[in-house]
């Protein structure tokens, strides 16, 4: 079975490795995340007419149009690339939106020689880039009731 490296990564604890929640809900950010990215090419696409008779394929979902949800999750994703930094967003590119692992970033990280400290960068600057970016797809931590 191929796993995906960031489902991995939620499995195995690595995301946050001594706070389940908090584990949870980063991995949620990268789903999320995914989410978006798919909605962010159709702004390219032509416009499809509502009105039009359905001919296979499948059909539109309740809400925005692609078309209209488009400019939303673009602007969504280019705050999400400020919000992660030159640094973090293409680790975060590459671990959640093309399935990479972590080793497979090292040379990301040009000024480390020592592979498991690279390893250990990578991890972190997606670690915080994923704190960063949750609050601008949605994903917040439910507050507790004292």
Same mark, same amino acid.
């Given at each position: 079975?191929?796993?995906?490296?960031?489902?991995?990564?939620?499995?195995?604890?690595?995301?946050?490795?001594?706070?389940?929640?908090?584990?949870?809900?980063?991995?949620?950010?990268?789903?999320?995340?995914?989410?978006?990215?798919?909605?962010?090419? +159709?702004?390219?696409?032509?416009?499809?007419?509502?009105?039009?008779?359905?001919?296979?394929?499948?059909?539109?979902?309740?809400?925005?149009?692609?078309?209209?949800?488009?400019?939303?999750? +673009?602007?969504?994703?280019?705050?999400?690339?400020?919000?992660? *930094?030159?640094?973090?967003?293409?680790?975060?590119?590459?671990?959640?939106?093309?399935?990479?692992?972590?080793?497979?970033?090292?040379?990301?990280?040009?000024?480390?020689?020592?592979?498991?400290?690279?390893?250990?960068?990578?991890?972190?600057?997606?670690?915080?880039?994923?704190?960063?970016?949750?609050?601008?797809? *949605?994903?917040?931590?439910?507050?507790?009731?004292?």
């Amino acid at each position: 079975m191929n796993a995906d490296a960031f489902d991995a990564l939620r499995a195995a604890r690595q995301l946050a490795p001594h706070d389940p929640k908090l584990n949870e809900l980063r991995w949620l950010t990268g789903e999320t995340l995914r989410r978006l990215h798919v909605r962010v090419p +159709s702004a390219g696409l032509r416009a499809v007419d509502p009105d039009a008779p359905f001919i296979g394929g499948a059909r539109f979902r309740a809400g925005l149009a692609p078309a209209e949800a488009a400019p939303g999750a +673009s602007e969504k994703w280019r705050a999400a690339a400020a919000a992660a *930094g030159p640094a973090a967003w293409p680790i975060v590119l590459r671990i959640v939106i093309e399935g990479a692992h972590i080793k497979e970033c090292r040379r990301m990280i040009p000024e480390l020689a020592e592979s498991w400290r690279a390893d250990c960068v990578v991890a972190d600057r997606l670690r915080v880039a994923l704190d960063r970016i949750a609050p601008i797809v *949605g994903v917040t931590a439910a507050r507790r009731r004292a």
